[in-house]
């Protein structure tokens, strides 16, 4: 990977760190409606998956999804007034955070079902195939997905077929406030990958790199009508599941140990470390970031709610 | 016109549209070699081959997926329930996933598929394979929701089903299957949300949906005799529905029994009941509107307990004479 686009991926995690921090803050302002997941920790994982995607690849999200969105290019004003539950948001102010989708973007959708892209990523990789064309599907889920009947129907269809979805699980380690050791009688949730006939590998996500490399090379497998395969990124949410959370199931020393493994204080150091990047550039690469999101937020906040004439407008084509 | 079967009306539709539009594609259970489990689809494999009529292992929800994220990218999947009642396995991506995802995307997705089902008892399958759930779906906003009667309207509305952006629910009846009835060979479309009055009179008016259309025509023709002249009008799509004919039979007869097989507790004759109550025909009824349903039971596997489950022509003749006589 290039220089250039090594200082890309690390703008972009430091665009979703610096976004998701902002919404805390708007949520604590009561400018936010509703719920919010947040991601922050988990940065290298989105990032580096989505940065093996050609522009008209496709993805399918997750409830914890503006790493996703992000990552795909999505354009932050438009994310932060749907955010925000404007009219001039992604979804019209329809969707708001779970919901969150720029399908000419190739983003089809974060999801408020956990595991509810795994079966949709079939169809897409089915419909990719049919009409020939050489694009792959990503679809991310969490380890508690791993635990729905729709992932074994999903992975096992997908496999069948040798469609082109590339399985992302994002191993955060809770589903909720459940760990995986008490959901999971194995070690490696990759290790079921094994079972539908498709290669499965658990990386650190937490390095950006190594999540590249080994999306990199299913993206080509999927690529090559070779088939699907499974990713683990095995990572940590250092925030609770949603607003409501207290984190009374994990110690305060865990989340801290964690937070020690930050993706992005990780990738920077490597970076200044290989001579691609200073100090100084690292903080211009941040300051950036912090703009573009309090640019998109003075938009946000300046945008016209959805009209109450408009409220029935897109249950019916 | 030609008389062919429900089934091959349901075909012949499936056939025209894959010839016309390289997007349809079929997806489901047994649905290649086998031909469909009530062999709706039979031919098609031979004709369109592996691709375009896809066998899935047993995996519902999965099949709701497909058709769901293929017609989220171009295409327009027709799916393959084998029975209604396992569309409470595909019910997740159904209604949590297609009905809302143009809405959720502030309208900008498209989702052409149609999901075919057949529901209903009378096969003495039992208890798991003769629901009719179609009021599940009409809940949903997002869905919309057909139900055919005759092999003509079968052929139509699927034809227009497969060619509608939503996702469509096409309930199929299992009786209705070897049912013969006149179909134009050419395809045709019937607009979904177009109610259809199936036999007209003056003295009372019937609703009915799917194999219990056929059954109130039946009751009707033995009414006629005794000089009850009973009006039968079928909605043919429960979702958009087409409430006009049904209104202005009701203010023309004064009198309204509703008839489905489904459960009569939460069933669509409430919905039904409820509409003509609060529409301008209320003021013209010369009696209470009368609901005959399915007992609220699930269906039993006896041949006689599974006969008085759900109504059949004697219990419609004999509640459409107490209504036309003014006894109730």
Redesign the interface.
């Known amino acids: 990977m290039n220089v250039e686009k090594k200082l890309e991926l690390l703008r972009q995690m430091y665009t979703i760190r610096i976004f998701e921090e902002k919404a805390e803050q708007l949520y604590a302002l009561g400018k936010i409606h509703g719920t919010m997941h947040l991601s922050i920790g988990m940065e290298g994982s989105a990032v580096g998956a989505i940065a093996t995607l050609r522009p008209d690849d ?1 993805i399918l999200s997750t409830h914890r999804g503006h790493g996703h969105c992000i990552a795909k290019g999505a354009d932050l004003k438009r994310m932060t007034a749907e955010f925000m539950g404007k009219a001039t ?7 708001g955070s779970m ?1 969150i ?1 720029d ?2 973007g190739g983003n ?2 974060a ?3 956990v595991g ?1 892209g ?11 195939k ?2 020939k064309r050489d694009q792959v599907i990503l679809c991310f889920f969490g380890d508690g997905a791993a635990n729905l ?2 992932f074994h ?2 992975l ?2 997908a496999a ?1 077929w040798k469609l082109p979805v590339v399985y992302v699980c994002e191993n955060n380690q809770y589903a909720m406030s459940c760990s995986t050791r008490r959901a999971f009688a194995i070690q490696r949730i990759s290790d079921r990958a094994a079972a539908y006939g498709m290669p499965g590998v658990t990386v650190d996500g937490n390095d950006v790199m190594a999540v590249y490399e080994a999306v990199s090379a299913a993206v080509k497998r999927a690529r090559a009508g070779e088939g699907p395969s499974m990713v683990e990124n095995f990572t940590y949410r250092w925030r609770g599941h949603s607003k409501s959370d207290a984190n009374v199931y994990r110690t305060r020393e865990e989340i801290e140990s964690w937070k020690k493994k930050c993706p992005i204080k990780r990738f920077r150091a490597l970076l200044i470390e290989e001579g691609a990047l200073t100090e100084e550039r690292a903080k211009q690469i941040e300051k950036q970031s912090y703009d573009a999101i309090e640019a998109a937020v003075t938009f946000a906040e300046a945008s016209p709610e959805p009209t109450l004439e408009s409220i029935e ?5 | 016109m030609r008389e062919i079967t429900y089934s091959e009306a349901l075909r012949e539709a499936l056939r025209q549209e894959m010839r016309r539009d390289e997007h349809v594609f079929i997806i489901g259970e047994d649905v290649g070699i086998y031909g469909g489990a009530f062999g709706v689809t039979r031919g098609l494999f031979e004709e369109f081959g592996e691709e375009r009529v896809i066998d899935t292992p047993i995996s519902e929800l999965g099949i709701a997926g497909a058709i769901t994220g293929a017609a989220l990218t171009g295409m327009r999947p027709v799916g393959e329930i084998m029975f209604m009642d396992f569309m409470t396995l595909a019910s997740e991506q159904l209604v949590n996933q297609a009905a809302k995802i143009r809405f959720m995307f502030g309208g900008k997705a498209t989702l052409p598929f149609v999901m075919r089902t057949p529901a209903g008892a009378g096969t003495g399958a039992a208890a798991q394979h003769s629901q009719s759930l179609e009021n599940w779906f009409v809940h949903i906003p997002g869905l919309k929701v057909v139900m055919p009667s005759t092999p003509y309207d079968a052929k139509g509305l699927l034809i227009a089903s497969i060619r509608d952006d939503n996702p469509v629910i096409f309930i199929e009846h299992k009786l209705l299957y070897r049912v013969k009835g006149p179909v134009p060979e050419e395809p045709y479309t019937i607009p979904l949300g177009a109610a259809e009055i199936k036999r007209e009179g003056q003295d009372l008016t019937i609703v009915a949906t799917s194999v219990m259309v056929q059954r109130s025509l039946e009751a009707a023709a033995q009414l006629a005799s005794e000089g009850i002249e009973v009006e039968v009008v079928d909605p043919r799509t429960l979702k958009p529905l087409d409430a006009e004919p049904i209104i202005r039979s009701v203010m023309k007869t004064g009198r309204v029994l509703i008839v489905h097989e489904a459960c009569k507790t939460g069933g669509y004759g409430g919905e039904l009941a409820a509409l003509i109550a609060e529409s301008e025909a209320f003021d013209y009824l010369e009696a209470p509107i009368v609901r005959l349903a399915g007992r609220d039971m699930p269906i039993p596997y006896n041949r006689t307990l599974e006969y008085h489950a759900v109504p059949q022509v004697e219990n419609i003749v004999a509640k459409a004479r107490e209504l036309a006589q003014g006894r109730i």
Not at chain 1, 118 to 128: C, D, E
Not at chain 1, 313 to 317: L, M, P, S, T
Request: hydrophobic share 35%.
């Open positions: 496709l948001g992604y979804c019209r102010g329809r969707g919901h989708a399908p000419e089809l959708g999801n408020g079902v509810g795994i079966p949709i990523a079939v169809g897409v990789g089915l419909s990719l049919m009409q009947g729709p129907e999903g096992n269809m069948i407008e897109g249950v019916y084509a």
